[in-house]
């Protein structure tokens, strides 16, 4: 075990705050991909309807499947790469982007060949059978949105992926509603929006890594740059399939108004499981040079941090989300009103999952055949519950099954991974706190008030007593110093100190001034 070297109290400070300054902008661009979202959601529910939601689901499911597997792991190993290569970062991003770029085209050539995965309810028209060339545009996007993040550039990410590609879609799918494309309106509005946010993600990056000097393709190069991304590979392979598979086997066994009812759902319940994905940018960054130090300790400390942060924040949104569940699903039609009980099932999955998510943050870099193996058995539970019991159900109560089945595996892989990193690292790394429960139980109170009033007060005055009660609970009793960093209260005592230890810490010039 490696001793943890001295560490001076402002550097620590310095990189809390850049977690909480990092966390804190992308999340919030993950609140504003969803208020674009729900103009889609309420587009799609209310002139396309659910069955033509659920066509929608699964074919976007199985292009992001594709395009998620030709980045091969690099949305979180090209900071390790960039890490390794201060002196060539712009050749590792390129490497990056045609070792994408090739693995897509194979993606595509597939889909090409076989659209019956894309649509298997058969039935498609001339123009879905390209679909798949969304491929590279999306996989793209997420190597140069990963390496603008290396530099803490998560503002880049919050304007492609929060604001350009939800609005696009958005009010392309509203204007196709009204034409003679309406069959495919969605689809369409989906291929400009993946469009639009990939020259916002590739301009950017060019502008700050510009053309690598001498770079030219190396398939050895590339080869090595492949082989050890596969792990990444695989736990992004298994993560996607914790997100993804329940979708996959109800288009199998239930009804496309059923994964219409069940996506809708599923995209309310992101919201929580945003915060999480919001401090990855940041948050590889920081542990790659901790770990290239030594600093054990302080890496455990990080991620214990992040997981108070992330259970706190989705505690307070499921409560107020999940109580109000059938009002907030009734709003995308009265069909969609009876998904209330999936929507439940789906923000307990957020809940169970945050630890797991925080802990793979750390593994990936520590224990990534460990890693895999227990996103592999979580996927293998998840699984194995879902065919066991969706079959036997008919229905929305199909749906009901498929999110049970998959809060199990997350809360299998929660427990797991969280003791495996603290095996790793020698210290405790679990984020939950006594204090979460003490503030839960007045809003789950207030809440079953709430349930007695009509639905438009609990879709507002409703949700927001929910979420302001147990907030205020949860800041007064719960917050202590480090902690209300997230917010911003006690940013400023410690921008001194970030400007002063940004030089010292071991980031590579260019990012210095992101970083600070």
């Known amino acids: 075990m490696l001793a943890d070297p001295p560490a001076s109290g ?93 693995a897509s085209l194979v993606g595509v050539l597939l889909l090409l060949a076989l659209p019956q995965l894309v649509f298997p309810a058969g039935g498609a028209q001339p123009l879905d059978r390209w679909f798949a060339l969304i491929i590279p545009f999306i996989a793209l996007a997420d190597v140069a949105l990963a390496g603008l993040a290396f530099h803490h550039d998560v503002g880049a990410q919050v304007r492609a992926r929060s604001i350009i590609e939800p609005w696009v879609l958005s009010i392309a799918a509203l204007a196709l509603a009204f034409t003679w494309l309406k069959g495919d309106g969605m689809l369409i509005a989906y291929l400009l929006s993946m469009v639009a946010a990939c020259v916002a993600a ?82 590889g960054p920081v542990l790659t040079r901790n770990l290239a130090a030594g600093n054990l300790a302080k890496v455990a400390a990080h991620v214990r941090q992040i997981s108070f942060w992330v259970a706190a924040v989705q505690l307070g949104v499921v409560l107020s989300l999940g109580i109000t569940g059938r009002a907030g699903m009734g709003l995308f039609g009265p069909v969609f009103a009876s998904g209330a009980l999936i929507l439940l099932g789906l923000l307990l999955v957020e809940l169970f ?94 809440g079953l ?19 302001g009660s147990y907030g205020f609970i949860i800041w007064r009793f719960g917050f202590k110093g480090a902690d209300r960093l997230l917010f911003g209260r006690g940013l400023k005592r410690v921008e001194s100190a970030i400007e002063e230890e940004a030089a010292s810490l071991p980031l590579p010039a260019a990012a210095r001034d992101q970083a600070s």
């Not at 103009?39 to 199985?62: D, N």
């Not at 193996?373 to 969706?390: E, K, R």
């Not at 008030?449 to 979420?467: A, K």
Request: hydrophobic share 55%; proline share 5%; no cysteine.
């Open 449 to 467: 008030l709430v349930l007695r009033t009509p639905e438009p007060i609990q879709l507002s005055i409703g949700q927001i007593s929910i979420l």
């Open 353 to 446: 999952a945050a630890q797991a998510a925080v802990a793979e943050g750390g593994l990936i870099y520590l224990a990534r055949g460990p890693n895999l193996a227990w996103s592999l058995v979580g996927l293998g539970v998840q699984a194995g519950l879902t065919v066991w019991l969706v079959p036997q159900f008919d229905g929305v109560a199909a749906g009901v099954a498929a999110a049970l089945s998959l809060a199990a595996a997350a809360l299998l892989q929660s427990v797991a991974k969280s003791r495996l990193l603290q095996a790793r690292l020698g210290h405790h790394v679990s984020g939950w706190r006594l204090s979460l429960l003490v503030s839960a139980l007045p809003a789950l109170g207030l």
């Open 202 to 283: 590739l301009a950017p990056a060019l502008r700050r890594f510009g053309w690598p000097r001498g770079w030219r393709p190396d398939a050895r190069r590339l080869w090595a740059l492949a082989r050890a991304n596969v792990p990444l590979a695989g736990a992004d392979l298994a993560e996607w399939g914790a997100r993804r598979l329940d979708i996959f086997i109800l288009g199998r066994f239930a009804s496309a108004e059923v994964v219409g009812i069940y996506y809708v759902a599923q995209q309310i319940a992101s919201l929580p499981q945003r915060l999480k994905s919001s401090f990855d940018p940041i948050l």
């Open 10 to 102: 402002a550097n620590d400070a310095a990189e809390t705050a850049a977690l909480a300054k990092g966390g804190r902008t992308s999340f919030f661009g993950y609140v504003l991909r969803l208020a674009a979202r729900f103009p889609f959601l309420f587009i799609a529910g209310r002139l396309y309807g659910a069955e033509a939601l659920g066509r929608f689901a699964y074919a976007t499911m199985v292009v992001e499947l594709a395009a998620m597997l030709a980045t091969l792991g690099l949305k979180r190993g090209l900071a390790e790469d960039m890490a390794r290569r201060p002196e060539d970062e712009a050749g590792a991003l390129f490497d990056a982007l045609l070792l994408s770029l090739l």
